[in-house]
């Protein structure tokens, strides 16, 4: 080692380092990869649950605006909803909210915040609020039966009046705009879907 | 290098004296990110000690055959890489503490803890010995997180590894858990370790 040219011992090592980390890499993905997506597909069937009324199983339909989650009854004709992610940036990066939406009547049946980097103790009471220590999940439960039409509206300092209107968090308004706002953008396209496929099935 | 020092001294020393927060001010990024829970620190603690076991272990067996020019390459490689099986660990075992910790996991890849030790210890040092140095080091750093945890969380939620321990009566100091109760902590911390310092110099 020590009579080789000082280039192709740089080489030789630096080469050997990569294979070595590779070698490692490859081998604990085998080993994590089933797991991991275990947990996304445990989470991701729990948020369903959270989100629509109860179901006996769901249908997934993959359409070109992504993911729809169709709640069945027992004998898959009758719809009790669908469920879909929607995404879109917060105060401060990306929220992802499972969505649970029951067509027939224009309203949501629920929705659940899987991922948020909000601001703690602010922001973050869009998922918990542990200020409110009877009803912490009150802020997102505010979404169940909320009427999608015309539009659903975050109002200040006041208790909702009409059926649209969601009550915003004293001090994190703009993250309780921002989901509201990432729903109904997210709406709008699943119901032009389901508008195109004339009613939902 | 030129005067023997015991293994203890090697592994006491990151406890206080050469504390990596404390007294080095090293990895101060996740000390300060993730410390809003005591939970938090303990995971992010564990996560970097492991890093900084497993690229010292590589780094130190390695040392005479890594070239001085490319030595900074190496190191990162070979950090990056245990940094990710440490991310995956806890993504394929403790989900709910992977998503809380976010993208602070990959950015251990920049904690100059690990790399300092690295540059300053583990390439000129036996495995044992260095083994021995980041040890001491990984465990100075956890402790320093869990107080920091323990400190913000209690004053900020009212509790302590998510029990709660502070009844109706208190309410929690929401600046706690934000980005300046951080600084604030430790900078308390900081002055309190240098005030016993300077007190045992003095007696």
Known sequence: ?201 | MAKPVSLKAEFVKGLWNENPVMASLLGLCPTLAVTNAAVNGLAMGLATTFVLLTSTLMISTMRNLVPHQVRIAGYIVIIATFVTVADRFLAAFFPEISATLGPYIPLIVVNCLILGRQEAFSSRNPVGRSLVDSLGMGLGFIMVLIVLGSIREILGSGSIFGVTVLGDWFSPWMVMILPPGAFLTLGILIALVNWINSRRIAA
């Not at chain 1, 604990?28 to 069937?45: F, G, I, M, N, S």
């Open chain 1, 1 to 201: 080692m020590k009579n080789l040219s000082l280039s192709t011992r740089m080489i030789l090592v630096l080469t050997l380092i990569t294979i070595m980390s590779g070698a490692i890499l490859a081998g604990w993905d085998l080993y994590t990869k089933p797991k991991v997506e275990y947990h996304r597909e445990q989470a991701l069937q729990a948020a369903i649950a959270d989100v629509l009324p109860p179901y006996d199983h769901y249908d997934v339909l993959n359409t070109e605006q992504g993911y729809l989650y169709v709640g069945k009854e027992k004998d898959s004709t009758a719809s009790v909803g669908l469920a879909f992610m929607a995404i879109g940036s917060g105060f401060q990066g990306e929220v992802r909210i499972m969505v649970g939406y029951d067509p027939d009547k224009r309203q949501l049946t629920g929705i659940k915040v899987l991922e948020q980097i909000e601001t703690p103790g602010l922001g973050t009471k869009i998922v918990t609020d542990p200020s409110n220590k009877n009803d912490p999940l009150w802020w997102s439960a505010q979404f169940e039966g909320v009427a999608v039409e015309p539009e659903i509206v975050v109002i200040k300092n006041a208790k909702p009046v009409n059926d649209y209107e969601i009550q915003g968090i004293t001090g994190a308004t703009i993250s309780s705009k921002a989901v509201v706002r990432i729903i109904n953008d997210r709406l709008d396209v699943v119901q032009d879907l389901i508008n195109q496929a004339g009613g939902h099935k």
